[in-house]
């Protein structure tokens, strides 16, 4: 028995090669497990970085999409016109979209899909952005369709090794809005033993926004400051149509203005349609025309020297605020020889002109004006006149 025995003692050893077997195996497994685990926290991670790096790119693709128009904004207040009102039609079409490619790329993502505006001046920017790399499929990860799509060399990425096939790309969207300061004209004095004409104020002194001077001598770096983006949340719920025909003055709504001569620039048209949409509005002697009521009466009313400068700025072209600075601005035009737009100017005072229009049809002679206290913003004959000015090139 104990030599039967024997046998099975000696056999020990051999259940212990057993169980060290499956230790190793044990160990195997769970070091493969351990490798599978560190490839998939790794895959996690590097599409969490993806996801954060995207939305880096989306963030500033949005606030670079406004950057065109803040700068431009910022440059008409350094010019001497007040920024409340105007808007991205101010620039080109494609400004927005050119911007927020830029910034993405710079970022390491690009833009996918068009700018989004909304806000009645443009001043909100919807943007979605995508890595420019991607995280590559396995195989077992692909449908028939990437498949097929691998086989073809159809829609196809590259990921950061610099190796291309079907993947996944981080994305993210932004909202970004710009905040235009509140600008406001400090006028001077009339001078001792003058009066002011009825038709306009004394000239401006300055244009502050929001406690800074920017015009005259403003400090180009310390007004853009004034011009602030931000990240938002939403969109504005106001759509942006691209004109400065919504909203603008009593009444809602401002159509785009009726017919003009052929060849009217578009520029002009708004000018015009910003004029007509205050047709009715009550003359307010000093009026800023930056907020026209027909129900009361408002220092945002027009005076007539504002109703062409305010027209004017709704597209994009700064004049000054005054008749006298007015008509020795832009170039001088023959009569005879006037076009839509242009402004006409009439009684000849000891500073200059006291009373300025604007033209709406050369053939019939009529312009739109605001012209005196008791009366409202309306069409009227231009004839006996002292002159034409045309504030743009053209």
């Known amino acids: 028995m104990n030599r039967a025995g024997r046998p099975g003692r000696r056999g020990r050893p051999g259940r212990r090669g057993d169980e060290g077997a499956a ?38 693709a949005a606030l670079g999409a406004l950057e065109p128009l803040r700068l431009r904004l910022a440059e008409m207040a350094l010019s001497g016109t007040p920024p409340a009102g105007l808007g991205a039609w101010l620039l080109a079409d494609d400004a927005p979209q050119n911007a927020a490619e830029r ?13 989004h505006l909304t806000g009645l001046d443009g001043t909100y920017a919807k943007v979605k952005a995508v890595t420019a790399d991607c995280q590559l499929k396995k195989d077992g990860e692909l449908t028939e369709q990437e498949k097929d799509d691998l086989r073809h060399g159809r829609h196809l990425c590259t990921d950061s090794k610099g190796d291309r096939g079907i993947g996944r790309v981080g994305n993210a969207v932004a909202i970004a809005r710009l905040v235009v300061p509140d600008c406001t004209y ?10 002011a004409p009825e038709e306009q104020p004394t000239a401006p ?3 502050v926004c929001d406690g800074t001077v920017a015009w005259p001598g403003g400090d180009a770096a310390a007004v853009e400051k004034k011009f602030k983006l931000r990240l938002v949340d939403k969109e504005s ?10 909203n603008i003055g009593y009444g809602g709504a401002m159509p785009p203005p009726g017919p003009l001569p052929a060849g009217t620039p578009e520029m002009i048209r708004r000018a015009i349609a910003f004029a007509e949409a205050q047709l009715g509005t009550p003359y307010q002697w000093g009026g800023t025309c930056t907020s026209p009521s027909r129900l009361a009466a408002t220092m945002g009313n027009c005076d007539c020297s504002s109703l062409v400068q305010m ?15 007015q008509w020795r601005f832009g170039q001088g035009i023959p009569a005879g020889q ?34 005196h206290t008791g009366d409202v913003v309306k069409f009227a004959p231009y004839d006996g006149n002292i002159g034409f000015r045309r504030p743009y090139a053209g």
């Open 23 to 60: 230790t190793s195996i044990l160990v195997v497994g769970m070091a493969l497990c351990l490798v599978a685990a560190v490839l998939l926290f790794g895959r996690v991670a590097q599409a969490g970085d993806m996801r954060s790096r995207a939305q880096r790119g989306a963030d500033a």
């Open 103 to 115: 910034y993405a790329r710079d970022n390491g993502t690009r833009v996918d899909g068009e700018v």
């Open 186 to 195: 400090e006028f001077s004095p009339v001078p001792p033993g003058e009066s």
């Open 205 to 207: 002194a300055r244009l």
């Open 237 to 246: 719920d106001v759509a942006y149509n691209g004109f400065p025909y919504q």
């Open 311 to 325: 027209a004017y700025r709704a597209a994009g072209i700064s004049i000054p605020r005054v008749t006298y600075d």
């Open 338 to 371: 006037e076009k839509a737009g242009d402004l006409v100017f009439f009684r000849m005072g000891p500073r200059g002109p006291e009373h300025v229009g604007m033209v709406v049809d050369p053939a019939t002679h009529t312009m739109i004006e605001a012209p």
